[in-house]
């Protein structure tokens, strides 16, 4: 629904402090200016400080620049890391070296694994390993690991469908396991995609759908609609979205999924109803920033906006954020701007107020209020 945001500067921003993403920017305008050795310093001087996105970053620049004994000496006493690990993985593929990564990751996987840093990663090691593994052409040992280590059911679902493997697939979505169905159903979907076997993957992801597989159900309307089959995308839908208990991540996007395409096929007045329907039928969740979205998207922006502005008038930061989102992508900056008064620090908020000001050519106070915000906190504190 809103416009992607702006192009990040073109010219390097200032390396010493500056936090992690605008550091990215400073390395990849280095990059993108042909100037590697200075990005290479800048990565390693950040990298240096703690800075593991930086420390990414310069194992993929100096294995694109040929130096791999170098970037394997960098790694090697990071790997408990498993973000470090991860990029040992992507920057030692294709350089003849996934021997000697393999017997580094067992070396993690035995010592590193068990710190907590390492459970809340999703890229484990064993995931990690069987990725290289398949890598050399080990599919079986790569398929053997992701089956008895961590129950890595997607993993293996995806290694499965890969390499076409469909006895092993259907298999690993047998039984009454839920979430194993769901995913490993998802795989063989990808699977029969790609080998154009079309019907047969609609076929799976409408048994998938009438299981209540809420992210089967958006991905087959998805399909259904982009092959012209509106009615029927929205049928698969409905259900969905009047779930009484609504699969996190999942319902919303297909709340507004539904509403787009109710918007396509007969105007505000169809989707507007059709909200007022899941309301009294005792939707579990919240649905006045959907209705506000439909305004927007149907030309009645200023019914969008005065209610926006009531609500955030009251204290709802959240009708603040969406307000300042909608007047963004109606380019009406300058009242974005006074929605986004300074003084507050959230990463949000500074974000959207440094969309705001890039777009009015405002480099520099971007950049500023970027470096005022709080830092986005993943996970439990540093140092566990």
């Known amino acids: 629904m809103y416009p992607a945001p702006p192009k990040s500067p073109s010219r390097p921003l200032p390396a010493d402090g500056v936090p992690g993403e605008a550091a990215k920017l400073s390395v990849d305008a280095l990059v993108a200016g042909g100037d590697v050795e200075a990005a290479i310093a800048t990565a390693r001087r950040h990298a240096d400080t703690g800075d593991r996105n930086a420390a990414h970053r310069l194992a993929q620049l100096l294995a694109g620049a040929g130096r791999v004994d170098e970037m394997f000496a960098f790694l090697r006493p ?3 890391d498993p973000r470090l690990a991860e990029a040992l993985v ?6 003849g070296r996934d021997d000697e990564v393999v017997a580094l990751l067992r070396e993690v996987i035995a010592a590193g694994e068990h710190l907590p840093s390492w459970r809340r990663e999703p890229n484990n090691g064993t995931w990690l390993l ?8 080990r599919v079986d040992e790569a398929a053997a690991l992701l089956a008895v280590s961590f129950n890595d059911v997607t993993g293996l679902a995806e290694l499965l469908a890969r390499h076409g493997r469909e006895a092993e697939l259907v298999a690993l979505g047998a039984g009454d ?7 490993a159903g998802a795989s063989l979907v990808d699977m029969l995609l790609a080998a154009e076997r079309t019907d047969e993957a609609i076929g799976v992801l409408r048994r998938l759908a009438a299981e209540g597989d809420q992210g089967a159900a958006c991905r087959l309307a998805r399909w259904l609609a982009e092959h012209a089959r509106v009615d029927e995308a929205i049928d698969a839908l409905l259900p969905v979205a009047a779930a009484i208990e609504p699969y996190p991540g999942d319902v919303h996007g297909a709340v507004w999924q539904l509403m787009e395409l109710l918007i396509g096929r007969g105007g505000a007045g169809d989707a507007l109803a059709c909200l007022d329907e899941l309301v009294a039928g005792g939707v579990g969740f919240d649905l006045r920033y959907h209705r506000l979205d439909v305004l927007f998207a149907c030309g009645r922006a200023d019914e969008a906006f005065a209610e926006l502005h009531r609500l955030a008038a009251a204290g709802d930061q959240h009708a603040e954020s969406s307000l300042a989102r909608m007047l963004i992508a109606a380019g009406r900056l300058e009242e974005a701007e006074s929605v986004l008064q300074p ?3 959230d990463h949000l908020h500074g974000e959207l107020l440094a969309e705001v000001l890039i777009r009015q050519g405002r480099v520099d106070e971007a950049i500023t209020v970027l470096h005022a915000r709080e830092p986005l906190v993943w996970g439990a504190a540093a140092g566990e």
């Open 177 to 183: 396991d839920g979430e194993r169905r769901r995913i």
């Open 130 to 137: 069987s990725q290289v593994l398949e890598r050399q052409g």
């Open 78 to 80: 990071r790997l408990t």
């Open 90 to 95: 992507e920057a030692s593929a294709g350089h």
């Open 343 to 345: 003084g507050r620090s």
